[in-house]
């Protein structure tokens, strides 16, 4: 770089930087050799991403496309991360960048501010850069709101975690951020909450650059009484895969392992839940218990069996409306209650399953015939379930009982 720029930039203490629109190195003032090691015949043609710490990269690429994208005349927000150093150490540092020029020929300049020094005082001194840092690295989201509930900064974690850009985001609700069936909800909360003592716990899903979902815990504190902070702080911490293992928990603690079909004690459980919200509706259950099932299991084996009970639970599901609740008692005997549904009703869904039963199955090649006894049930209004099931039972038992005379 020539000329009196050129002699000014070069006699700058702090490191700086010129590259590409796709942050390949183009030149570098002597500050880049003594604060972090690097010299430009060696760096040269390298992409400056390379030398951000793996656990700052995200937040390093956001910025840097930020920074590409602003007018000139704009520089990017503050940005601390951490760069290898020449001698493979890594040094935290403050960067801004500007862009320059239009089109092919634009350029980024980047000053990168080693501080490594206030660092060490902090720790010493008690300075407010230590705070900072560890605010920067911390795993939670920190976001200051003001008054409006708009924001007014954020830590890094924000950039790591969800994808945008600090000074992205900045002046924007914070409800803009949250997926659409919880921004009613945190706003509401945002809206009640005391300004003098308030605080608020509560989970939403953000919403990542990418569309994804990260389930927050959130922690809303209201400051605005505070003569310094005169806004709202808001904690979250990424739950996402806990909460994903516990629905995975609660699906394996609901379902029957082999067939997906609510188990026993789960069927139980939606009825008595439904019976709250439907209690003048009528409903209807069915029994049903395979014919011929046995000598599937004592002439192929329990995993062609098993087959069969699969495909059973498929084909039974297509008999039903998603509304209806489905579910294997054990071994092949299966339950549906019918929303909504009298008698007559009942009758058309067990001659539907009667057929779709009759249909061959085919396990592991093999031609298998079973048929179902569908005992039937039904009831004015939702009730205790429990003799409905005892008279569905004996009813299809009667069903055999006939059959075989």
């Known amino acids: 770089m020539d000329g009196l720029l050129g002699e000014i930039l070069e006699g700058?203490?702090?490191?700086?930087?010129?590259v590409d629109e796709h942050g390949i190195i183009e030149w570098t003032n002597p500050a880049t050799w003594e604060q972090l090691g690097h010299r430009l015949e060696a760096w040269e043609g390298h992409?400056?991403?390379?030398?951000?710490?793996p656990d700052d990269l995200e937040m390093a690429l956001a910025a840097f496309g930020s920074i590409a994208e602003r007018p000139h005349n704009e520089s990017s927000v503050l940005l601390a991360l951490r760069l290898r150093h020449g001698n493979g150490s890594w040094v935290p540092i403050e960067l801004r960048?500007?862009?320059?020029g239009t089109g092919d020929g634009r350029r980024l300049v980047v000053v990168a501010r080693n501080v490594s020094d206030r660092h060490r005082i902090a720790m010493d001194g008690g300075d407010p850069i230590l705070l900072r840092a560890l605010i920067h690295h911390s795993s939670a989201v920190l976001v200051l709101l003001d008054p409006d509930f708009r924001i007014r900064s954020a830590s890094s974690e924000l950039t790591r975690l969800l994808g945008y850009d600090l000074l992205a985001v900045e002046g924007r609700e914070l409800t803009s951020l949250i997926a659409p069936p919880d921004r009613e909800v945190v706003a509401d909360c945002l809206l009640k909450l005391d300004p003098v003592h308030g605080q608020a716990l509560l989970e939403a899903?953000?919403?990542?650059?990418?569309?994804?979902r990260v389930r927050l815990s959130l922690t809303i504190s209201d400051l605005r009484q505070d003569e310094v902070i005169n806004g709202l702080l808001v904690s979250g911490v990424d739950v996402t895969a806990l909460r994903n293992t516990e629905a995975a928990l609660r699906r394996m603690a609901e379902l029957d392992t082999l067939t997906g079909l609510l188990n026993r004690a789960a069927l139980m459980q939606r009825v008595h839940h439904s019976s709250r919200l439907v209690e003048s509706t009528p409903l209807a259950v069915l029994f049903c218990d395979l014919d011929g099932f046995k000598a599937v299991n004592d002439a192929l084996g329990h995993a062609?069996?098993?087959l069969v009970l699969q495909e059973v639970a498929t084909r039974l599901q297509r008999c039903v409306h998603t509304d209806d609740l489905l579910a294997r008692l054990g071994g092949d005997e299966f339950v549906i209650i019918l929303h909504n549904c009298r008698e007559s009703g009942a009758r058309v869904v067990a001659e539907r399953i009667r057929e779709a039963i009759r249909e061959p199955f085919l396990p592991m090649g093999n031609f298998v015939s079973v048929g179902v006894s569908v005992g039937i049930a039904c009831a004015d209004q939702w009730q205790s379930v429990e003799p409905l099931l005892e008279s569905a039972d004996a009813d299809m038992y009667e069903v055999k009982r006939q059959r075989r005379a």
């Open 205 to 212: 899903d953000f919403l990542t650059t990418t569309g994804n």
């Open 12 to 18: 700058l203490p702090d490191p700086v930087l010129v």
């Open 304 to 306: 062609a069996g098993d």
């Open 97 to 100: 960048g500007r862009a320059l």
């Open 47 to 53: 992409n400056v991403l390379e030398a951000v710490h």
